[in-house]
């Protein structure tokens, strides 16, 4: 049994510190650039449904630039409102996601030369009277990504803003009434329309007169800046960039005034079935190698914080003590979500960077401390006194009387609450999309915005939680029954 313990801890070692190593071993004599892109934003950032590979006009425009530059890159997904906090604390290089030019983001961030000339459009659900121009978004409410630049037209235009994800999700809340219109780049709307089949929304009108214009977003003083600068020249030249947005868009939208976007005959209309059908084994895999790597190390991290926290709340040193109770009240006085973007985006500023995989499993280990604490201490009071008399009275001492007699008997009264903290942990798992990591939930997310059918998706990856779910409460009832002969009758 041990040696079986052994073989899954260096499992479990081995699914942390592979995900960090792999894109840093291939290759070492190219500099690593790291590509922040969102995934889930077609035909520009998204995933193929047959072979699940990033794909993309951004994806393969970058990896074009990158050939020219000799850089290799690891492409790191995350949301959009995220991407810009993911490049300021240095977790991602370059922002390939239709990074719109603007004054505001000129000022912060480098800009390249613009790869993509577009226009933005207002969306609507199809038959919606009273909203043609900008002048009749006033008081309405728009549904964007609130840090993209058509959150700011329609804010501007004196629209509400209700918060989303991407633009999947905007024309969804559109579709169902929550919204009343959105704005965003035409091709976007061009691909959606083109992908579903579905004429349930429509352009009613230009958000404005200027063309937009995309480009590449690094840190200001980036030297890979200017590398890229002429890749991207170079590129034009060539007839490189022509031929990548000819081949998904029939015309050239990396020069200005290139031709109106046409997507019919892109991307396929898939059935529901079909899209559930190859969801399912990436989100599987996900499963595997992600959320529940994730829950059992974190987890068994957090139980070692929480017996710690409660030997210290219990020991009657007011130091140890006070450290606990303020560890405690901290977290669980804190939202996880919040604990995730402190331990990745906040600690990076005082020197403190940590990879995507440690940086969740700290979060999470420190969030079930904090909340396991409390189960352990009840379960070691719940133990009578006069067990401790009687291990004394044999002279055992206080460690030795912990581990041989009170925390056998304590454990069987906290069993039952540390199994509901390591399903909620598991269930929390979902949240680490934040720190760059893709779950079984964020894969989800990226089947469900590219096909733009949500209920299966989700629906599946319910099952696949309640599954899991499931095999853990198994495990805690035969826990129990094993546990039940440290009882004191």
Excluded at 176 to 199: E, F, H, S
Aim: charged share 20%; with cysteine; aromatic share 8%.
């Amino acid at each position: 049994m041990r040696h079986v313990a052994r073989l899954l801890a260096l499992m479990l070692v081995g699914l942390v510190i592979l995900p960090m190593g792999a894109a840093t071993a291939a290759e070492p004599d190219r500099p690593l650039v790291r590509v922040g892109t969102e995934g889930v934003y077609p035909p520009f950032s998204f995933h193929d449904a047959k072979t699940d590979e990033l794909t993309g006009y951004d994806i393969e425009v970058i990896k074009a630039v990158a050939d020219k530059a000799g850089w290799r890159l690891e492409f790191v997904e995350t949301q959009f409102d995220a991407i810009f906090a993911a490049l300021e604390a240095e977790r991602i290089d370059v922002i390939a996601n239709q990074v719109t030019v603007n004054p505001e983001r000129q000022a912060k961030y480098g800009l390249g030369t613009p790869y993509t000339y577009s226009r933005g459009v207002i969306v609507v659900k199809k038959g919606t009277k009273g909203i043609t121009s900008l002048d009749d978004v006033k008081g309405k409410t728009a549904a964007e990504s609130t840090t993209t630049s058509w959150a700011d037209v329609a804010r501007k235009a004196g629209a509400k803003i209700q918060a989303v994800e991407g633009f999947s999700q905007a024309a969804a809340l559109v579709v169902q009434g929550r919204a009343d219109l959105l704005i965003n780049d035409n091709i976007a709307v061009l691909d959606y329309l083109n992908t579903t089949g579905k004429d349930d929304i429509e352009i009613v009108g230009n958000a404005g007169s200027d063309v937009s214009k995309q480009a590449l977003a690094f840190r200001k003083g980036d030297p890979r800046l200017e590398e890229s600068n002429r890749a991207l020249a170079e590129l034009k030249a060539d007839g490189t960039l022509k031929k990548i947005s000819e081949k998904y868009f029939k015309t050239d939208v990396s020069v200005e005034g290139g031709g109106e976007a046409d997507l019919s005959g892109g991307r396929a209309v898939r059935s529901d079935t079909e899209v559930v059908k190859d969801a399912a084994w990436p989100m599987l895999k996900k499963l595997v190698i992600v959320t529940i790597p994730l829950t059992i190390v974190s987890f068994a991290i957090g139980l070692v914080l929480a017996v710690a926290a409660a030997l210290a709340r219990i020991s009657g040193n007011r130091v140890l003590g006070g450290i606990a109770r303020g560890y405690i009240s901290i977290i669980r006085g804190t939202p996880l979500l919040l604990q995730l973007f402190i331990v990745f985006y906040g600690l990076p500023e005082i020197g403190i960077d940590l990879p995507p995989w440690p940086s969740a499993i700290l979060a999470l280990s420190l969030n079930v401390g904090g909340y396991a604490a409390e189960v352990v201490r009840s379960a070691i009071l719940s133990v009578p006194k006069g067990q401790f008399e009687a291990a004394w009275t044999v002279g055992m001492g206080y460690w030795q009387s912990l581990r041989r007699i009170v925390f056998p008997q304590a454990a069987r009264t906290a069993v039952p609450p540390l199994s509901n903290t390591a399903i909620s942990l598991l269930k929390d798992t979902s949240l680490v999309s934040v720190v760059l990591l893709t779950d079984v939930f964020r894969q989800g997310q990226l089947a469900a915005a590219n096909a733009q059918v949500y209920l299966p998706i989700y629906v599946l990856a319910g099952f696949y939680y309640w599954v899991v779910c499931v095999g853990m409460s198994s495990v805690q009832g035969k826990l129990e029954t094993r546990l039940n002969r440290f009882v004191a009758a």
